[in-house]
């Protein structure tokens, strides 16, 4: 039909080829391994940054306006990239932006000043932002829905996890070669991964080493998205919907907090009065909690749908547990003690991957095959948004307050609290069965 893209096949499947038992876990460990690589290049310059702000002379005001120069390409990116993955399919989309931010990533090195920074961090986050609605998509055609949570889980994990290793990685790298191989490196990691996905992805129904049982699992559980999805609705059809704005607010709320914690919390420590040398784990240990809130989440919401919960229930409990979770970066305004602050940072971080992974599923819960990224996408979309809007408020509010000391970043960390349960309330009131559910504009949820 005309304006309509091929389908991605892999060739001649004639020749019968050896299967890979439980292929669509592999096709999940590829998009963890593409979010580890993702979240090491953008944590590059966050780790680097007290020693570059030296270099440079730049305030906190400034590297806020790099930072939101990335946030900036990604709250436009995550939209376009959530459509260009339903229009050519999520080999090729991954493809693209992948190919695309490690370019970026080996080139920034050549930065000089305060503008060539911001400039490079705006091309990176044009490309970072196809991780999500790509692999979102992905989810979506390879697992049923009782799995879909745990293959969510997987793939977003991967920010944790990179998070982690970025430090040892990147400040390793920094200490003893400079920035170049610190930037150069994790630019690298993205074209290796390329060659193994390149390799790896088809959809189930063309894929040539998915055994015959493992295939019919997972085309029936798939069949009524498949064919919901044929007419692709227009955003302005999405944006009408109250599941949408519900999807939307699930990220937009709680992921600037996360996000937050991630750019900033080398700045933070120190302004805590605590050296990034022996403060280390203290980076580390809340993306490791991430990561263990997101297989919770994954685990349990999958472990309450074989138990005969309704998805939508599921999901929402999940949901109430973060929301309520995430107030206890609160308490971190009243010490400087490294432990309490790891220990509520750990805590709190659990409970937003805990939100985070039901917030990454819902569109494959609601939506359709040929919408479910570019609702990934707007939602996205907001969380970038809302994480400029922090980012902003960080870097003019902290240097507003430079004169109390450990105090710096109270009133962010107060916020951050509160947000993302505001937003829980929220998505328990939009995302429901509506008149739009009857009408088969939305999946029954």
């Known amino acids: 039909m005309p304006g309509t893209w091929p389908t991605e096949r892999p060739g001649d499947n004639s020749t019968p080829r050896r299967t890979i038992p439980s292929l669509r876990w592999w096709i999940g460990g590829i998009l963890f391994a593409s979010t580890v690589i993702n979240y090491i290049d953008r944590q590059t310059l966050s780790l680097v940054a007290p020693y570059l702000k030296q270099d440079y002379h ?5 590297y806020a306006n790099i930072v939101v120069a990335f946030r900036v390409a990604y709250a436009i990116g995550q939209t376009l ?50 991780n999500w609605p790509g692999a979102t998509k992905a989810v979506a055609e390879w697992f049923p829905k ?26 390793g790298l920094y200490f ?44 029936a559980d798939t069949a009524s998205q498949a064919s919901q999805g044929r007419n692709r609705p ?19 709320f709680p992921d600037p907090v996360y996000f937050f914690i991630a750019d900033w919390f080398p700045i933070y420590l120190v302004a805590k009065g605590i050296s990034l040398r022996t403060g280390l784990i203290a980076v580390w240990i809340p993306f490791v909690a991430t990561d263990l809130g997101n297989f919770f989440a994954g685990w349990m919401s999958g472990y309450l749908i074989r138990r005969g919960w309704p ?36 805590v709190a971080t659990f409970c937003y991957g805990s939100f985070t992974t039901i ?29 400029i809007i922090v980012f902003e408020l960080a870097g003019h509010l902290s240097d507003a307050r430079l004169a109390t000391g450990t105090h710096l970043f109270d009133p962010l960390m107060v916020a951050a609290g509160l947000i993302p349960f505001v937003g829980m309330i929220l998505v328990l009131l939009l995302i429901r069965n509506t008149k739009a559910t009857e009408q088969g504009l939305v999946r029954r949820i």
Not at 244 to 251: D, K, N
Request: charged share 15%.
């Open 311 to 346: 998805v939508g229930k599921a999901r929402k409990a999940l949901v109430v547990f973060g929301g309520i979770g995430v107030t206890l970066l609160i308490p971190t305004v009243f010490t400087t003690s490294l432990h309490t602050i790891t220990w509520l940072f750990a």
């Open 359 to 387: 917030a990454n599923v819902l569109p494959s819960d609601l939506f359709g095959s040929e919408s479910v990224a570019t609702v990934s996408g707007l939602s996205g979309t907001g969380a970038a948004i809302g994480t």
């Open 146 to 171: 009782h799995e879909r949570g745990l293959a969510t889980a997987l793939f977003d994990s991967g920010s944790s996890i990179g998070g982690a290793i970025a430090p040892f990685v990147v400040l």
């Open 234 to 252: 227009r955003w302005s059809d999405l944006l009408k919907l109250p599941q949408t704005w519900g999807t939307i607010i699930a990220r937009a």
């Open 58 to 62: 730049w305030s906190n005001t400034d």
């Open 176 to 219: 003893r070669w400079g920035r170049g191989p610190a930037f150069v490196v994790p630019g690298l990691l993205g074209g290796l991964w390329l060659i193994a996905w390149r390799w790896l992805y088809y959809r189930p129904e063309d894929h040539p080493r998915l055994g015959a049982e493992e295939r019919a699992m997972i085309l």
């Open 81 to 130: 990239c959530g459509r260009l993955m339903d229009r050519v399919g999520t080999k090729r989309g991954l493809t693209i932006t992948v190919l695309w931010y490690s370019t970026v990533s080996i080139f920034t090195p050549l930065a000089r000043g305060f503008y060539s920074f911001l400039g490079f961090r705006f091309l990176l986050g044009a490309g970072e932002s196809g």
